[in-house]
């Protein structure tokens, strides 16, 4: 059975994971019969959104290890935790969180940094040559951690394609339902909710994006 690492930023779309695309990631990977386990950084969140209004929560604040137990269940480890060499694959899904508490890019868009923690953590997949599904903005992490030519997507958003080139990444234009893999360095990326108008087109390309992951690593012993 293989064994997969899914990296969470916090619990709501606007200040941390997508909750959708994370669910329908879990859903997926259980569905192909491999085992999961979620990680995120003991890290306080850039801000607090509140999700009924959209406005930030000045007096507030939050956890991103503590906020992404609820998507997990509880079944969460500190992103300090890992020992690679359990894991086959790591699949980080979307949401404001991978913009704001995994990285700044948020704030400083193509300046942006990742933040150490996570740096450290998504390095040992790519330096163990293990697969990494990116979905919807988690992608703009790509070339910090992989450096010149990496190739992933965002989606057809320009603003972004534009940052992602910057940072000396490839962009490629894809729509909803597509992937872009990048076979050298093992990257699957998927626009989601980039694009999606409904958790139903979100599904089709989270559901590829697993199956590739899937596909490109070995099975752990």
Same mark, same amino acid.
């Given at each position: !059975?293989?064994?997969?690492? =899914? ?5 709501? &779309? ?16 259980? %569905? +192909? *019969?491999?085992?999961?386990? @979620? ?8 801000? =607090? ?7 930030? #929560?000045?007096?507030? %604040? ?7 137990? %609820?998507? +997990? ?5 500190? #992103?300090?935790?890992?020992? &690679? ?13 991978? +913009? ?8 400083? *868009?193509?300046? @942006?940094? &990742?933040?150490?923690?996570? #740096? ?11 697969? &990494?599904?990116? /979905? @919807? ?9 992989? *450096? ?12 972004? +394609?534009?940052?992602?080139?910057? !940072? ?15 076979? /050298? ?13 409904? /958790? ?11 199956? %590739?992951?899937?596909? !490109? ?5």
């Amino acid at each position: !059975m293989k064994n997969v690492a =899914v990296l969470l930023s916090g619990a709501g &779309v606007f200040d941390g994971t997508e909750i959708h695309e994370s669910v329908l990631t879990l859903l997926a990977l259980s %569905r +192909a *019969g491999a085992h999961y386990q @979620c990680f995120a950084p003991d890290i306080e969140q850039m801000h =607090v959104v509140n999700h009924l209004t959209g406005e930030v #929560a000045t007096n507030e %604040r939050r956890n991103v290890l503590v906020e992404s137990a %609820r998507i +997990a269940r509880g079944e969460v480890l500190n #992103a300090k935790s890992l020992d &690679v060499s359990e894991y086959d694959a790591l699949i980080i899904p979307g949401g404001f969180g991978a +913009a704001k508490n995994l990285s700044n890019y948020a704030i400083t *868009g193509s300046d @942006c940094t &990742v933040n150490p923690i996570v #740096a450290v953590f998504i390095r040992e997949f790519a330096l163990a040559a293990k697969p &990494v599904g990116f /979905i @919807c903005i988690s992608p703009m992490i790509i070339p910090k951690i992989y *450096g010149h030519g990496a190739k992933a997507t965002i989606g057809t958003d320009s603003a972004s +394609a534009q940052a992602f080139s910057e !940072m000396g990444g490839k962009h490629i234009d894809a729509k909803v339902d597509e992937i872009v893999v990048d076979e /050298i360095n093992k990257i699957v990326s998927t626009p989601a909710y980039m694009l999606a108008g409904s /958790i139903a087109e979100a599904h089709t390309g989270i559901e590829k994006l697993v199956a %590739r992951v899937l596909e !490109m690593s070995e099975p752990h012993v």
